[in-house]
């Protein structure tokens, strides 16, 4: 017993020396070296995982405490430089990237048929998909969720590409509800891409520059669910939103209420007094076969969701927003869920690679 606490704290004090240096990588990584082993513990391949973020992006993602962890678990997160050509750089096995631009997504596809031995987190033309807010919620729609547990549907929405005075006219054809809200087309990674309106009456939504997206208002209480997905994980959130609106306040009201970057400035409404029919999250088993299929639709692994309830409903659920790559700073327990992510990866695919029937030469 004695010899044991004494060990134990001897292996903390060596594991401290070794962090310090930066050495705990080689100690830990998983599987992937090779070699008979014969029950023991081998020097193994360290992960790389190089990025490709923006300056706040790696802020708030790379946080000290995801670095140490993955470093005590053979991560190592290495930084890709954009001037020098991306093949020169790594090896990597895995890399991560969120940058806008069609030249770095050429980069990347040509580095994806390059390296088929390197996961690219995700697919530029599948992180494309979720850049516009008429097709990222289309798999939603097609999707069709409807189960013991609830539905779960998209606002009904319009597209406008280009004339805003074709809008009321177009609105009522459709036959949408007012309010509406009307969203940015594109999605860019811009603030004003970001930037929202609310419009009590069709006629004032002239004033608005298209490409737009105009989506029916959906009352929820004032709260949305966060839902991030990393690879089959899923963490929910509560957020604060914007509130209802009122019959009253439908009729007496008119005009556009602009609002920018709403979803940015909503704290955590985790610890707050909710009335329990609108704090309630969303059904386990709903969320995780919505993400199931979402994973697949979409062809993305990491991404999270702004889905709401419809108020005075228990069981009717909106997408109304997709996001790749969001905020995981703000994920509890992201870092031990990413690190996990990151590992697993690698794992599977190495698992393949060695199940692979060895194929037979030509005769
Ligand atoms: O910066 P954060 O932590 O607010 O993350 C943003 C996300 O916030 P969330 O995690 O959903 O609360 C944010 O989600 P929302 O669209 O605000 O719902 C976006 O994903 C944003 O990326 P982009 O500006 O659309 O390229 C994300 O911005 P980037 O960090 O990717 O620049
Ligand atoms: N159809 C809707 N019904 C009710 N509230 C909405 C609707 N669409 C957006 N919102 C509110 O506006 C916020 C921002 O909209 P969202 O589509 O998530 O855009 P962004 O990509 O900028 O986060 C949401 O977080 C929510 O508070
Ligand atoms: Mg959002
Ligand atoms: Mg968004």
């Not at 009201?253 to 979803?263: I, K, L, M």
Request: charged share 25%.
């Amino acid at each position: 017993m004695r010899l044991n606490e004494e060990i134990g704290c001897k292996e903390e004090e060596i594991e401290e020396e070794e962090e310090e240096e930066g050495m705990v990588a080689q100690k830990y990584s998983i599987g992937v070296g090779g070699g008979g082993g014969g029950g023991f513990p081998q020097p193994m391949k360290v992960v790389v995982v190089g990025y490709a973020l923006t300056s706040k992006k790696t802020k708030s993602f790379l946080q000290p405490k995801l670095e140490g962890l993955a470093r005590n678990k053979g991560i190592l997160f290495v930084a890709i430089d954009q001037n020098r050509p991306l093949s020169d750089q790594g090896p990597f096995d895995i890399v991560l990237h969120k940058l806008t631009g069609k030249e770095w997504r050429q980069i990347l596809e040509d580095y994806r048929r390059a390296h088929p031995e390197v996961t690219v987190l995700d697919p530029p033309d599948a992180i494309q998909h979720v850049h516009n807010r008429q097709s990222m919620l289309q798999d939603v729609a097609d999707l069709n969720l409807c189960d013991a547990y609830g539905t779960v549907g998209v606002p009904r929405q319009l597209v406008i590409k280009k004339d805003p005075s074709s809008i009321p006219d177009a609105v009522n054809r459709a036959g949408l509800m007012l309010p509406l809200v009307a969203k940015p087309l594109v999605v860019d990674g811009s603030a004003k891409s970001h930037e929202l309106s609310l419009a009590y009456d069709q006629y004032s939504l002239q004033i608005l520059e298209p490409p737009l997206v105009l989506q029916e208002f959906v009352n929820h209480g004032g709260v949305l669910f966060k839902v991030y997905i990393v690879g089959e994980a899923i963490k929910v959130v509560r957020r604060f939103s914007l509130p209802d609106v009122s019959k009253r306040e439908l009729s007496t009201n008119t005009g556009v209420f602009r609002f920018p970057r709403v979803s940015c400035a909503a704290a955590s409404a985790d610890d707050a007094d909710l009335d329990p029919m609108v704090a309630e999250l969303p059904p386990r088993p709903l969320l995780e076969r919505l993400a199931r299929e979402l994973r697949r639709r979409l062809g993305l692994r990491l991404f999270n969701l702004d889905i709401i309830r419809e108020h005075g409903t228990q069981d009717r659920f909106y997408v109304i927003d997709i996001n790749y790559f969001p905020g995981y700073g703000k994920m509890p327990g992201y870092e031990h869920i990413f690190t996990d992510f990151l590992l697993n990866l690698v794992q599977s695919k190495y698992n393949k690679r060695s199940t692979k029937p060895v194929e037979e030469p030509l005769r």
